[in-house]
């Protein structure tokens, strides 16, 4: 089937969607995005994203190009002009177009692309058998709390990931404490059965996902902590983690080569996958399907 994208006020088809050369996300990356999952229909912590989205447009000074009730009734019928039941809503909205300067346009008229696609979210063997992540360096900039559509380091990061035969890279910072994964939070569970992730601030990006998977810790009576973890913690750990909107909550098995815990998938990492599935109000794409 055709897909379709929303460009600028457009509905159009995806393969003849385009924006002017002089957009400012392609000139300068001056722009931010959001990513929703839809899983059976339903658009997950979709307040969340949207709260996000917003915070992200006001640290870059960027207007919002709709009212954001106008933006939900477009990001469904993205979803349904391209029949997605289970998938990824992309929104990014850059400066818009204006002659190459790189001080901010007068009344800029903001460029909106919404598209939307079809996924499988995790493979089966990902939730049977964990996946395997690297550590690299942290090269991004400052103000990684901004969801920026700037992804280079995440792009060269993926990549040395899928060179190694891993699902995921951790960004290291320089004092050797894990930052985040290249596209999502990054936990370990101590061998004393606490949950940890790194604490929100503009170090990390702080993923919907994550803040969920807290919250139904906490009203699980699950302990946690919310602080910087080294790599060597995390070699030590007891289970391993990474979330995010399109993984949800998947388990990690070995880091740099070496087993987390046994070698397989815990039990807490399952406990936290379902929390938040039941949180959304949907049963497990995965598992449903094994």
């Not at 996300?25 to 229909?41: H, L």
Request: with cysteine.
């Amino acid at each position: 089937m055709p897909r379709t994208a929303y460009v600028n006020g457009r509905y159009v088809a995806h393969g003849d969607a385009h924006v002017h050369i002089e957009d400012r996300g392609f000139q300068f990356a001056d722009g931010v995005y959001e990513v929703v999952s839809v899983v059976d229909g339903v658009f997950a912590d979709e307040d969340g994203h949207l709260a996000r989205l917003s915070r992200s447009l006001n640290e870059l000074e960027l207007p919002w190009p709709m009212h954001p009730m106008s933006l939900r009734f477009v990001m469904r019928e993205v979803a349904r002009r391209n029949r997605v039941r289970n998938g990824l809503v992309y929104v990014q909205i850059t400066r818009g177009q204006a002659p190459r300067d790189f001080r901010f346009p007068v009344d800029p008229a903001p460029t909106l692309v919404v598209t939307c696609r079809s996924t499988k979210f995790s493979a089966p063997q990902q939730l049977e058998k964990g996946v395997s992540v690297i550590t690299i360096p942290d090269i991004r900039w400052a103000r990684r709390d901004i969801k920026s559509v700037a992804l280079l380091p995440q792009v060269l990061g993926k990549q040395r990931a899928a060179e190694a035969g891993a699902f995921e890279a951790w960004q290291v910072d320089p004092d050797g404490t894990v930052t985040e994964g290249c596209s999502s939070n990054a936990w370990i569970v101590t061998n004393e059965g606490v949950l940890v992730t790194r604490a929100a601030s503009t170090r990390i990006l702080n993923g919907i996902t994550r803040l969920s998977l807290l919250a139904e810790a906490e009203a699980a009576g699950i302990p946690f902590e919310e602080r910087a973890f080294t790599v060597e913690e995390a070699y030590a750990a007891r289970e391993a983690l990474i979330s995010s909107a399109s993984t949800f909550c998947v388990p990690v098995t070995r880091i740099d080569g070496k087993p987390v815990g046994d070698g397989v998938p815990g039990p807490l990492g399952r406990r936290l996958r379902q929390a938040y599935l039941a949180h959304v109000g949907v049963d497990d794409p995965v598992v449903t399907k094994l």
